[in-house]
Protein backbone atom coordinates (compact mmCIF):
# COMPACT_ATOMS: atom_id res chain seq x y z
CA UNK A 1 0.00 0.00 0.00
CA UNK A 2 1.74 3.63 -1.21
CA UNK A 3 2.65 5.37 1.68
CA UNK A 4 0.30 8.58 0.84
CA UNK A 5 -2.90 6.28 0.94
CA UNK A 6 -1.80 4.67 4.38
CA UNK A 7 -1.10 8.56 5.82
CA UNK A 8 -4.62 9.18 4.42
CA UNK A 9 -6.02 6.26 6.21
CA UNK A 10 -4.60 6.94 9.35
CA UNK A 11 -5.75 10.67 9.37
CA UNK A 12 -9.31 9.70 8.38
CA UNK A 13 -9.04 7.29 11.51
CA UNK A 14 -8.11 9.82 13.46
CA UNK A 15 -10.51 12.72 12.68
CA UNK A 16 -13.63 9.66 12.88
CA UNK A 17 -11.99 8.49 16.53
CA UNK A 18 -11.26 12.01 18.15
CA UNK A 19 -14.78 12.95 17.16
CA UNK A 20 -15.95 9.85 18.59
CA UNK A 21 -14.11 10.56 21.52
CA UNK A 22 -15.87 14.18 21.88
CA UNK A 23 -19.43 12.58 21.61
CA UNK A 24 -18.72 10.30 24.35
CA UNK A 25 -17.15 12.99 26.65
CA UNK A 26 -19.38 15.44 25.91
CA UNK A 27 -21.80 16.67 29.29
CA UNK A 28 -25.34 16.82 28.43
CA UNK A 29 -27.64 19.00 29.70
CA UNK A 30 -28.68 16.81 32.83
CA UNK A 31 -24.98 16.80 33.78
CA UNK A 32 -26.14 20.74 33.84
CA UNK A 33 -28.72 20.25 36.34
CA UNK A 34 -31.04 21.05 33.28
CA UNK A 35 -34.07 18.90 33.66
CA UNK A 36 -36.16 18.61 31.06
CA UNK A 37 -39.60 16.99 31.68
CA UNK A 38 -41.32 15.35 34.41
CA UNK A 39 -40.56 11.34 34.04
CA UNK A 40 -37.17 9.77 35.05
CA UNK A 41 -35.21 8.42 31.93
CA UNK A 42 -33.84 4.89 31.68
CA UNK A 43 -30.23 4.12 32.37
CA UNK A 44 -28.21 5.57 29.13
CA UNK A 45 -31.35 8.27 28.48
CA UNK A 46 -30.96 6.89 25.18
CA UNK A 47 -33.03 5.13 22.96
CA UNK A 48 -31.54 2.15 23.76
CA UNK A 49 -33.03 2.11 26.60
CA UNK A 50 -35.91 0.01 25.07
CA UNK A 51 -34.96 -3.52 25.17
CA UNK A 52 -33.06 -4.84 22.01
CA UNK A 53 -32.87 -1.75 20.14
CA UNK A 54 -29.60 -1.34 18.36
CA UNK A 55 -28.07 1.44 17.34
CA UNK A 56 -24.69 1.90 14.53
CA UNK A 57 -22.89 4.83 13.02
CA UNK A 58 -20.66 5.33 10.55
CA UNK A 59 -19.21 9.03 10.20
CA UNK A 60 -17.41 10.28 7.17
CA UNK A 61 -14.88 13.43 7.90
CA UNK A 62 -12.39 14.06 5.32
CA UNK A 63 -10.37 17.13 5.05
CA UNK A 64 -13.26 19.98 5.30
CA UNK A 65 -14.97 19.06 2.29
CA UNK A 66 -16.89 15.73 3.27
CA UNK A 67 -18.65 16.11 6.93
CA UNK A 68 -21.68 13.65 6.43
CA UNK A 69 -22.70 9.87 7.57
CA UNK A 70 -25.16 7.38 8.52
CA UNK A 71 -26.99 6.02 11.42
CA UNK A 72 -29.06 3.27 11.73
CA UNK A 73 -31.83 1.69 13.93
CA UNK A 74 -32.59 -1.82 14.44
CA UNK A 75 -35.91 -2.52 16.67
CA UNK A 76 -34.46 -5.88 17.12
CA UNK A 77 -31.74 -8.40 16.64
CA UNK A 78 -33.84 -10.80 14.08
CA UNK A 79 -34.25 -10.86 10.40
CA UNK A 80 -36.31 -7.63 10.39
CA UNK A 81 -37.93 -9.31 7.23
CA UNK A 82 -39.65 -12.11 8.45
CA UNK A 83 -40.00 -10.90 12.03
CA UNK A 84 -41.75 -7.21 10.88
CA UNK A 85 -42.52 -4.26 13.88
CA UNK A 86 -45.78 -2.59 14.00
CA UNK A 87 -44.55 0.62 12.94
CA UNK A 88 -46.31 3.98 11.65
CA UNK A 89 -44.99 7.22 10.33
CA UNK A 90 -46.03 11.03 10.69
CA UNK A 91 -45.38 13.86 8.53
CA UNK A 92 -45.28 17.26 10.67
CA UNK A 93 -44.33 18.42 7.25
CA UNK A 94 -43.44 16.95 4.21
CA UNK A 95 -40.42 18.76 1.80
CA UNK A 96 -38.64 15.71 2.28
CA UNK A 97 -37.14 12.57 0.95
CA UNK A 98 -37.73 9.38 3.03
CA UNK A 99 -38.21 6.10 1.50
CA UNK A 100 -41.00 3.55 2.57
CA UNK A 101 -43.54 5.84 3.79
CA UNK A 102 -47.19 4.35 1.88
CA UNK A 103 -45.93 0.60 2.60
CA UNK A 104 -45.62 1.27 6.44
CA UNK A 105 -48.86 3.59 6.33
CA UNK A 106 -50.86 1.12 4.68
CA UNK A 107 -50.00 -2.06 6.53
CA UNK A 108 -48.34 -0.87 9.80
CA UNK A 109 -45.37 -2.62 9.72
CA UNK A 110 -41.20 -2.13 9.47
CA UNK A 111 -39.61 -4.91 7.52
CA UNK A 112 -36.10 -3.28 7.48
CA UNK A 113 -33.86 -1.42 9.63
CA UNK A 114 -34.19 2.36 9.67
CA UNK A 115 -31.39 4.12 8.23
CA UNK A 116 -30.57 7.96 8.08
CA UNK A 117 -28.62 10.02 5.85
CA UNK A 118 -28.02 12.89 3.74
CA UNK A 119 -30.73 14.11 0.51
CA UNK A 120 -28.83 12.63 -1.70
CA UNK A 121 -27.40 9.55 -0.48
CA UNK A 122 -30.93 8.02 0.10
CA UNK A 123 -31.36 5.94 -3.09
CA UNK A 124 -27.95 4.40 -1.77
CA UNK A 125 -29.12 3.76 1.57
CA UNK A 126 -32.25 2.07 0.32
CA UNK A 127 -30.20 -0.20 -2.50
CA UNK A 128 -27.87 -1.15 0.41
CA UNK A 129 -30.88 -1.96 2.78
CA UNK A 130 -32.22 -4.63 -0.11
CA UNK A 131 -28.63 -5.74 -0.12
CA UNK A 132 -28.44 -6.54 3.38
CA UNK A 133 -32.26 -7.73 3.15
CA UNK A 134 -31.73 -10.25 0.57
CA UNK A 135 -28.59 -11.24 2.26
CA UNK A 136 -30.21 -12.66 5.57
CA UNK A 137 -30.55 -16.08 5.74
CA UNK A 138 -34.44 -17.40 5.54
CA UNK A 139 -34.45 -14.41 3.12
CA UNK A 140 -34.03 -16.38 -0.05
CA UNK A 141 -37.14 -16.36 -1.76
CA UNK A 142 -38.04 -12.38 -1.07
CA UNK A 143 -38.72 -10.40 -4.14
CA UNK A 144 -40.16 -6.78 -2.62
CA UNK A 145 -38.47 -4.80 -0.34
CA UNK A 146 -39.60 -1.56 1.74
CA UNK A 147 -36.55 -0.04 2.34
CA UNK A 148 -37.02 3.10 5.18
CA UNK A 149 -34.29 5.67 5.13
CA UNK A 150 -34.61 9.10 6.18
CA UNK A 151 -32.50 12.20 5.28
CA UNK A 152 -31.77 15.72 6.33
CA UNK A 153 -29.69 18.02 3.76
CA UNK A 154 -26.27 18.72 4.82
CA UNK A 155 -25.23 20.56 1.73
CA UNK A 156 -23.71 23.84 3.84
CA UNK A 157 -20.80 21.91 5.74
CA UNK A 158 -21.04 18.90 3.38
CA UNK A 159 -20.30 17.84 -0.57
CA UNK A 160 -23.62 16.91 -1.00
CA UNK A 161 -23.25 16.62 -4.71
CA UNK A 162 -20.29 14.39 -4.47
CA UNK A 163 -22.75 11.41 -2.78
CA UNK A 164 -19.95 10.00 -0.64
CA UNK A 165 -22.07 7.35 1.25
CA UNK A 166 -21.93 4.36 -0.33
CA UNK A 167 -23.58 1.19 0.47
CA UNK A 168 -20.86 -0.14 2.31
CA UNK A 169 -20.93 2.69 4.61
CA UNK A 170 -24.50 1.48 5.07
CA UNK A 171 -24.05 -1.95 5.67
CA UNK A 172 -21.06 -1.14 8.60
CA UNK A 173 -23.62 0.94 10.18
CA UNK A 174 -25.97 -1.69 10.43
CA UNK A 175 -23.39 -4.26 11.34
CA UNK A 176 -21.64 -2.43 14.11
CA UNK A 177 -25.25 -1.43 15.84
CA UNK A 178 -24.93 -2.34 19.42
CA UNK A 179 -26.97 -1.81 22.68
CA UNK A 180 -25.85 0.41 25.56
CA UNK A 181 -24.73 4.43 25.24
CA UNK A 182 -25.09 6.63 21.83
CA UNK A 183 -22.83 8.57 20.56
CA UNK A 184 -24.15 12.33 19.72
CA UNK A 185 -23.68 15.53 17.86
CA UNK A 186 -20.85 15.48 14.94
CA UNK A 187 -21.62 11.59 14.32
CA UNK A 188 -23.63 9.81 11.76
CA UNK A 189 -26.17 11.62 9.37
CA UNK A 190 -25.67 14.26 11.84
CA UNK A 191 -21.97 15.28 10.50
CA UNK A 192 -22.87 17.85 9.19
CA UNK A 193 -26.13 19.32 10.36
CA UNK A 194 -27.40 22.40 11.61
CA UNK A 195 -29.83 23.47 14.26
CA UNK A 196 -31.23 27.19 14.95
CA UNK A 197 -28.09 28.36 13.11
CA UNK A 198 -25.96 26.08 15.87
CA UNK A 199 -24.24 22.68 15.10
CA UNK A 200 -27.02 20.26 15.09
CA UNK A 201 -26.48 16.35 14.87
CA UNK A 202 -27.43 13.52 16.48
CA UNK A 203 -29.22 13.41 19.98
CA UNK A 204 -31.29 10.76 21.96
CA UNK A 205 -33.05 10.48 25.44
CA UNK A 206 -35.69 8.29 27.27
CA UNK A 207 -38.51 8.10 29.30
CA UNK A 208 -39.27 5.10 31.53
CA UNK A 209 -43.08 4.82 32.55
CA UNK A 210 -43.57 3.63 36.78
CA UNK A 211 -44.81 0.34 37.12
CA UNK A 212 -48.62 2.08 37.77
CA UNK A 213 -48.26 3.16 34.54
CA UNK A 214 -47.20 0.28 32.75
CA UNK A 215 -43.31 0.83 33.72
CA UNK A 216 -42.85 0.99 29.32
CA UNK A 217 -39.96 2.49 28.05
CA UNK A 218 -40.09 4.71 25.41
CA UNK A 219 -36.84 6.22 23.49
CA UNK A 220 -36.17 9.01 21.16
CA UNK A 221 -33.28 9.59 18.19
CA UNK A 222 -33.60 12.53 16.35
CA UNK A 223 -31.31 13.93 13.09
CA UNK A 224 -31.54 17.53 13.40
CA UNK A 225 -31.08 20.30 10.50
CA UNK A 226 -34.03 22.49 11.14
CA UNK A 227 -34.28 26.05 12.24
CA UNK A 228 -37.33 28.48 14.13
CA UNK A 229 -36.23 30.03 18.16
CA UNK A 230 -34.65 28.40 20.03
CA UNK A 231 -36.32 27.40 23.68
CA UNK A 232 -34.82 25.14 26.27
CA UNK A 233 -36.94 24.39 29.17
CA UNK A 234 -38.98 27.01 28.35
CA UNK A 235 -36.46 29.71 28.48
CA UNK A 236 -36.28 31.87 25.20
CA UNK A 237 -32.60 30.83 24.25
CA UNK A 238 -32.46 31.69 21.08
CA UNK A 239 -34.19 35.15 21.63
CA UNK A 240 -31.31 35.91 24.43
CA UNK A 241 -28.41 35.33 22.80
CA UNK A 242 -29.73 36.89 19.54
CA UNK A 243 -29.54 33.88 16.99
CA UNK A 244 -32.82 34.15 15.09
CA UNK A 245 -34.01 35.84 11.81
CA UNK A 246 -36.73 35.47 9.96
CA UNK A 247 -34.91 35.66 6.44
CA UNK A 248 -32.29 32.92 6.81
CA UNK A 249 -31.80 29.48 8.65
CA UNK A 250 -35.28 28.40 8.83
CA UNK A 251 -35.52 25.87 6.43
CA UNK A 252 -33.97 22.38 7.26
CA UNK A 253 -35.30 19.22 8.42
CA UNK A 254 -35.48 16.89 11.43
CA UNK A 255 -35.69 13.13 11.57
CA UNK A 256 -37.29 11.53 14.99
CA UNK A 257 -37.24 7.74 15.50
CA UNK A 258 -39.06 6.70 18.31
CA UNK A 259 -39.24 3.46 19.53
CA UNK A 260 -41.04 1.87 22.68
CA UNK A 261 -41.71 -1.34 24.45
CA UNK A 262 -45.46 -0.82 24.49
CA UNK A 263 -47.64 -3.52 22.81
CA UNK A 264 -49.29 -0.37 20.32
CA UNK A 265 -50.84 -1.28 16.80
CA UNK A 266 -49.93 0.90 14.15
CA UNK A 267 -52.70 3.63 14.91
CA UNK A 268 -51.44 4.00 18.26
CA UNK A 269 -48.01 4.49 16.78
CA UNK A 270 -49.62 6.82 14.78
CA UNK A 271 -50.52 8.93 17.70
CA UNK A 272 -47.10 8.54 19.81
CA UNK A 273 -45.67 10.19 16.53
CA UNK A 274 -47.96 13.30 16.22
CA UNK A 275 -47.04 13.73 19.62
CA UNK A 276 -43.50 13.49 19.46
CA UNK A 277 -43.55 16.46 16.82
CA UNK A 278 -44.64 18.13 19.84
CA UNK A 279 -41.51 17.88 21.44
CA UNK A 280 -39.86 19.62 18.45
CA UNK A 281 -42.19 22.21 18.76
CA UNK A 282 -41.41 22.53 22.76
CA UNK A 283 -37.55 23.34 21.67
CA UNK A 284 -39.02 26.21 19.25
CA UNK A 285 -39.04 24.64 15.88
CA UNK A 286 -41.74 25.86 13.70
CA UNK A 287 -42.04 23.27 10.45
CA UNK A 288 -41.21 25.47 8.01
CA UNK A 289 -41.65 25.43 4.72
CA UNK A 290 -38.55 23.76 3.42
CA UNK A 291 -38.56 21.57 6.47
CA UNK A 292 -38.68 18.07 5.91
CA UNK A 293 -40.06 16.84 9.42
CA UNK A 294 -41.08 12.93 9.82
CA UNK A 295 -41.28 10.95 12.65
CA UNK A 296 -40.83 6.80 12.07
CA UNK A 297 -42.73 5.06 15.55
CA UNK A 298 -41.70 1.52 16.52
CA UNK A 299 -43.24 -0.77 19.15
CA UNK A 300 -40.70 -3.74 20.16
CA UNK A 301 -43.32 -5.10 22.20
CA UNK A 302 -44.11 -8.19 19.55
CA UNK A 303 -43.08 -9.03 16.06
CA UNK A 304 -45.52 -10.03 12.82
CA UNK A 305 -44.10 -13.19 11.35
CA UNK A 306 -44.01 -12.44 7.36
CA UNK A 307 -45.40 -15.91 7.10
CA UNK A 308 -47.74 -17.38 9.04
CA UNK A 309 -49.99 -20.47 9.54
CA UNK A 310 -52.65 -19.35 10.11
CA UNK A 311 -54.57 -16.84 8.80
CA UNK A 312 -55.79 -15.03 12.01
CA UNK A 313 -53.15 -12.91 14.58
CA UNK A 314 -54.25 -12.84 17.89
CA UNK A 315 -52.39 -9.47 19.44
CA UNK A 316 -52.81 -7.62 22.74
CA UNK A 317 -52.62 -4.36 22.36
CA UNK A 318 -52.83 -1.13 24.71
CA UNK A 319 -56.49 0.42 24.92
CA UNK A 320 -56.72 3.63 24.03
CA UNK A 321 -57.27 4.55 27.72
CA UNK A 322 -53.87 3.78 28.62
CA UNK A 323 -51.63 5.72 26.12
CA UNK A 324 -51.40 9.10 27.13
CA UNK A 325 -48.24 8.71 29.66
CA UNK A 326 -46.54 7.05 26.82
CA UNK A 327 -47.54 10.13 24.96
CA UNK A 328 -46.32 12.79 27.39
CA UNK A 329 -43.23 10.31 27.31
CA UNK A 330 -42.84 10.79 23.23
CA UNK A 331 -42.77 14.78 23.50
CA UNK A 332 -40.19 14.22 26.46
CA UNK A 333 -38.20 12.10 25.20
CA UNK A 334 -37.87 14.06 21.54
CA UNK A 335 -37.68 17.46 22.86
CA UNK A 336 -34.74 16.18 25.20
CA UNK A 337 -33.05 14.06 22.32
CA UNK A 338 -33.22 17.41 19.68
CA UNK A 339 -31.45 19.39 22.84
CA UNK A 340 -29.05 16.69 23.71
CA UNK A 341 -27.72 17.34 19.75
CA UNK A 342 -26.87 20.65 20.48
CA UNK A 343 -24.71 20.45 23.35
CA UNK A 344 -23.36 17.61 22.27
CA UNK A 345 -22.44 19.08 18.46
CA UNK A 346 -18.81 20.83 18.20
CA UNK A 347 -18.32 23.59 16.29
CA UNK A 348 -17.07 22.76 12.65
CA UNK A 349 -15.64 24.22 9.16
CA UNK A 350 -16.72 21.99 6.49
CA UNK A 351 -17.21 22.21 2.78
CA UNK A 352 -16.29 25.59 0.86
CA UNK A 353 -14.83 27.05 4.15
CA UNK A 354 -18.27 27.37 5.75
CA UNK A 355 -18.31 27.39 9.83
CA UNK A 356 -21.09 26.74 11.84
CA UNK A 357 -20.15 27.32 15.79
CA UNK A 358 -21.49 24.92 18.17
CA UNK A 359 -24.28 26.21 21.19
CA UNK A 360 -22.15 28.53 23.62
CA UNK A 361 -22.75 25.91 26.30
CA UNK A 362 -21.42 28.22 29.33
CA UNK A 363 -24.05 31.44 28.12
CA UNK A 364 -26.48 28.83 27.64
CA UNK A 365 -26.68 27.61 31.44
CA UNK A 366 -26.15 31.15 32.64
CA UNK A 367 -29.17 31.57 31.26
CA UNK A 368 -31.12 28.70 32.72
CA UNK A 369 -29.29 29.30 36.44
CA UNK A 370 -31.03 33.32 35.98
CA UNK A 371 -34.38 31.68 35.03
CA UNK A 372 -34.02 29.01 37.76
CA UNK A 373 -34.03 26.18 35.21
CA UNK A 374 -30.42 24.93 35.80
CA UNK A 375 -27.99 24.26 39.11
Do not use: W
Not at 130 to 150: A, C, F, P
Not at 153 to 166: A, Q, S
Not at 181 to 205: L, Q, R, S
Not at 229 to 238: D, E, H, K, R
Amino acid sequence: MPLVYRLFILTTLFFSTAQSVMAQTSKRPRDYGIKLGVLPTGPFNAITDVPGVRVGQVTLKEGQSIQTGVTAILPHDGNQFQQKSPAAIYIGNGFGKLTGYSQVEELGTLETPIVLTNTLSVPTAADALIDYTLSQKGNEQVRSVNSVVGETNDGFLNDIRGRHVTKQHVLDAIRQAKTGPVEEGNVGAGTGTVCFGFKGGIGTASRKLPASLGGYTVGALVQTNFGGVLQIAGVPVGVALGRYDFKKNLDGSCMMIVLTDAPLDARNLKRLAKRAFMGLAQTGGIASNGSGDYVIAVSTAYQISHEAATSLDELKVLRNDNVSPLFLAAIEATEEAIINSLFAAQTLTGDQGHQVEQLPIEKVVDLLKKAGQAR
